[in-house]
């Protein structure tokens, strides 16, 4: 039988397959038979179908840009805890993670020392922006430049800065950590004026001061002071200067060893989560400014 003359039962399942929308053909028959058991509207039904459809492809597209981010490990802001970084402002993060920035191309830029949440906060912010179905890739400014330098010397480098410009978001981490050389520099420096140009967001963190930069770049303090001019123009600086969270954690095991220790070496459990609660809601620890 040729498709004209299929009935229009027939044709829905198979033209939900032409078009494309395996989901609602997978769920077609279960669809038809719970709205005529509930006695659906015929808007109702398609709404259901659709939605059905529409879940299923953001799962998809989410699923593919966790891949292609390459995080090195998975933040998410539900794991940040605000209170051990009281001089951080929780409701500019919490604004950022609307991913406003993503459309206004505006830049966040992480400052401070090790420890503090920097990468926890770019990769959380990262998560957020691949959830809302845009593409965001993470590197360290030291793994990029080493990339570009390679894509320069076998004739690619065209290719490798689009994969660095395209995304929505691009996450550069760890800016400063390591000296650049100035060939290194200068390619940092144009992938962010590629993105610049295209309005598109960088979230960079550094743990060195804008003033420093000049040795981040090189030593070419022309190129540094151009890269701020363009990261800084559209921007967001989060200053966090508190304790290592990994030193803070560190200091408060010991102390809990030290004071089972100090007990008969036996403390219950239950004790020593109590010593933690303690610790963490010290005054001294949640009055800095
Ligand atoms: P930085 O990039 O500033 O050096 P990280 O983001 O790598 O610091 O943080 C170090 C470790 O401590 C990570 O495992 C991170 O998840 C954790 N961490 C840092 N700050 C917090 C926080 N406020 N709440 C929860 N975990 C945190
Ligand atoms: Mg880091």
Not at 4 to 22: D, M, V
Request: positive net charge.
């Amino acid at each position: 039988m040729s498709e004209a003359g299929l009935t229009y039962e027939a044709k829905a399942s198979l033209a939900l397959e032409q078009l494309g929308l395996g989901v609602a053909r997978e769920h077609l028959d279960t669809a038809c038979q719970q709205a005529a058991a509930g006695n659906w509207s015929y808007w109702h039904f398609l709404g259901y179908l659709l939605e059905g459809e529409l879940q299923e492809r953001h799962r998809k597209t989410v699923a593919l840009n966790m891949q292609f981010a390459r995080f090195p490990y998975l933040k998410r802001l539900e794991d940040f805890q605000f209170d051990a970084q009281p001089g951080l402002d929780r409701r500019l993060i919490e604004e950022l993670a609307t991913g406003r920035f993503l459309h206004e191309g505006r830049n966040i830029v992480f400052l401070g020392p090790p420890g503090v949440g920097k990468t926890h906060l770019a990769i959380a912010l990262g998560v957020i922006t691949a959830e809302m179905g845009h593409r965001v890739y993470f590197v360290t400014a030291l793994e990029m430049a080493r990339r570009l330098s390679k894509a320069l010397a076998e004739n690619t480098l065209h290719r490798e800065m689009n994969n660095l410009t395209r995304p929505k978001l691009l996450v550069i981490d760890e800016v400063g950590y390591l000296k650049l050389e100035p060939a290194q520099a200068s390619l940092l420096f144009q992938v962010i004026c590629a993105r610049y140009e295209r309005n598109g967001a960088i979230i960079l963190t550094s743990n060195k001061a804008f003033g420093e930069w000049g040795e981040v770049f090189g030593g070419d303090a022309v190129m540094a002071s151009a890269a701020l001019d363009r990261l800084l123009h559209r921007a967001t600086v989060v200053n966090i200067r508190g304790e290592s969270y990994r030193l803070k954690e560190k200091r408060q095991a010991t102390g809990i060893l030290v004071e089972a220790v100090a007990g008969n070496g036996t403390a219950p459990k239950k004790a020593t989560v109590k010593k933690r609660g303690v610790t963490d809601s010290m005054p001294a620890v949640n009055g800095v400014p």
